[in-house]
C-alpha cells in the first residue's frame, strides 16, 4: 500500500501475486452458480481475447474493449458483467493495474485455483479507447459445426489441436437460459478442471434435449449434463476427435496442451514490446505460499 502512493509506481511480480492472491478470496461464493466466480471469470478472460484477427491484428486482450458498451452487449456477452463487477472490488484496491491485465490474471487465478495447470502469464495491456471496441460476431456461435469453429480460431491463429484443447474449458461452468439461451453444466464437477469433458464426450451416449430452447444435447443417462453443438463437433470431426481422444486417455497431455493454447490466447492482440518481461511469469497458487 505505501508503494501505492508514490507516482511512479512500476509494479512487480510480488505485486501482480497480490492482485492474485485477492481474486482467489473472491472465488468461493456459496450463493452463486455451484459455488464458484471462477467459470464466469475464465469466460470474461476468453471473450476479452478472443476478438482477435490476426489479419487486421484488431481485437485480442490488450485494450480491454468489452469495458465499453458497444462491446459489453454482444449477445456473446451476455452474464460477463457479473465478472467485471467482481473484478471492481480488485481495481479498487490495485488501481495501478490494467482491465486487461486484471482480467486475463483472474482467468489465470481461477484456472489455477480450480485445480487446473498453470498458466504462463505476462503483464503489460493497456487500457483503449472506445474506438478499439470489436465488431459482434468474433466469438463462437454454438449452434454451427467445424467449417465455423476452424474459421474463427483460425482467425485467432490457433490450428485444431489447439481449438480441441481450449474447448476442454467447458469442463468448468455452465449455460444459463437467461445468458445464452442454453442450459445446464458439461460435467458433474464443474468447478474443478479435469478432462472429464473429453471423458464424457466419448463415454456417454448423447441426445438432443427435448425443448423449446435452443439445440442442444443431453446425455441419455442422467439428462443432467449438456453438450453445445459444437461440442460435440469435437467427436464428429475426424481431425478434432483425434486429439479430443488423447485427451481423454491423457488428462496431463491435456493439462500440458491447454496451459500452452490459454497462455497464448491470453495474450492476443498485445504487442510484444508492451509486456514487462521477456519471460512469463507463473503465478503461485494459494496452497504453494500456505505450505
Ligand atoms: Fe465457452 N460457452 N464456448 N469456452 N465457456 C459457455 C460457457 C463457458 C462456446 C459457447 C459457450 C470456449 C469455447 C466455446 C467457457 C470457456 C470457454 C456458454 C454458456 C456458451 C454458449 C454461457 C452462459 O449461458 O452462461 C462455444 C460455442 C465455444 C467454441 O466454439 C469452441 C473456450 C475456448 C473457453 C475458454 O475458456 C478457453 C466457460 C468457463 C464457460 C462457463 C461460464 C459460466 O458462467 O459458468
Not at 505485486?15 to 481474486?23: A, L, R
Not at 489465470?108 to 487500457?127: L, N, S, Y
Not at 453445445?228 to 481422444?245: G, I, N
Request: with cysteine; charged share 25%; net charge negative.
Amino acid at each position: 500500500q505505501a508503494a501505492k502512493a508514490k507516482t511512479n509506481f512500476v509494479p512487480t511480480k510480488e505485486d501482480y501475486q497480490k492482485v492474485y492472491n485477492k481474486i482467489a478470496t473472491l472465488l468461493d461464493a456459496d450463493d452463486y452458480d455451484d459455488g464458484s466466480y471462477g467459470p464466469v471469470l475464465v469466460r470474461l478472460a476468453w471473450h476479452s481475447s478472443g476478438t482477435y484477427d490476426k489479419d487486421t491484428k484488431t481485437g485480442g486482450s490488450n485494450y480491454a474493449t468489452m469495458r465499453f458498451e458497444s462491446e459489453a452487449s454482444h449477445g456473446a456477452n451476455n452474464g460477463l458483467n457479473i465478472a467485471r463487477n467482481l473484478l471492481e472490488q480488485v481495481k479498487n484496491e490495485f488501481d495501478w493495474i490494467s482491465y486487461g491485465d486484471l482480467w486475463t490474471l483472474a482467468g489465470v487465478t481461477a484456472i489455477q485455483e480450480m485445480a487446473g495447470p498453470k498458466i504462463p502469464w505476462r503483464a503489460g495491456r493497456i487500457d483503449g479507447q472506445a474506438a478499439d471496441a470489436t465488431p459482434d460476431g468474433r466469438l463462437p456461435d454454438a449452434t454451427q459445426g467445424s467449417d465455423h469453429l476452424r474459421k474463427i480460431f483460425g482467425r485467432m491463429g490457433f490450428n485444431d489441436q489447439e481449438i480441441v484443447a481450449l474447448s476442454g474449458a467447458h469442463a468448468l461452468g455452465r449455460c444459463h437460459p437467461d445468458r445464452s439461451g442454453f442450459t445446464g453444466p458439461w460435467t458433474f464437477s464443474p468447478t474443478t478442471l479435469t478432462n472429464a469433458y473429453y471423458q464424457l464426450l466419448f463415454d456417454e451416449t448423447w441426445q438432443w434435449k427435448k425443448w423449446n430452447g435452443p439445440k442442444q444435447l443431453e446425455d441419455k443417462k442422467t439428462k443432467s449434463l449438456m453438450m453445445l453443438p459444437t461440442d460435440y463437433v469435437l467427436v464428429t470431426d475426424k481431425s478434432f476427435k483425434k486429439y479430443a481422444k488423447a485427451y481423454a486417455q491423457d488428462q496431463d497431455l491435456f493439462f500440458k496442451d491447454f496451459s500452452a493454447a490459454v497462455s497464448r490466447l491470453f495474450e492476443l492482440g498485445v504487442p510484444t514490446q508492451q509486456f514487462v518481461t521477456p519471460e512469463p511469469w507463473i503465478m503461485k497458487s494459494v496452497d504453494e505460499q500456505e505450505e
